[in-house]
């Protein structure tokens, strides 16, 4: 149940930011999410570093989960079980490495999840 209220929440973080006057041109990224621009969607996987994990991690966050990622921007083993978590939610290969499927998911995720959180 903890997680299903986060996950709404994290949803109406999205809605709320998408209707906070920014727009697409600003540089304003959804939820968000300042790292990087919302069409950089590098492959990532466990041992990726940089500004794609620090979007990937900051979009994960708006998932909810407790407890939330440390937007480090070093892809480890606690950002591999969450972006399983989040592929597994959508009926997506749980691999842990983030594609264009995964990253469309980041920016739209799904209202509802009833995995368990990994955390």
Excluded: E
């Excluded at 999205?14 to 069409?39: D, H």
């Excluded at 480090?72 to 939610?89: E, M, P, V």
């Amino acid at each position: 149940m903890k997680h299903r209220i986060a996950s709404v929440l994290g949803v109406a973080a999205l809605a709320v930011g998408a209707l906070g006057g920014t727009t697409p041109s600003s540089g304003a990224t959804p939820g968000g999410c300042p790292y990087a621009s919302a069409t950089y969607r590098p492959v990532l996987q466990q041992g990726s570093t940089g500004a794609g994990v620090k979007q990937a991690q900051c979009l994960s966050n708006i998932w909810g989960g407790v407890p939330k990622l440390v937007v480090d921007g070093i892809f480890g083993g606690r950002t591999l079980a969450k972006i399983k978590w989040i592929q597994g939610c959508h009926g997506l290969a749980r691999d842990g490495i983030v594609r264009p499927q995964t990253w469309a998911v980041l920016y739209d995720p799904a209202l509802d999840c009833y995995d368990p959180y990994p955390g």
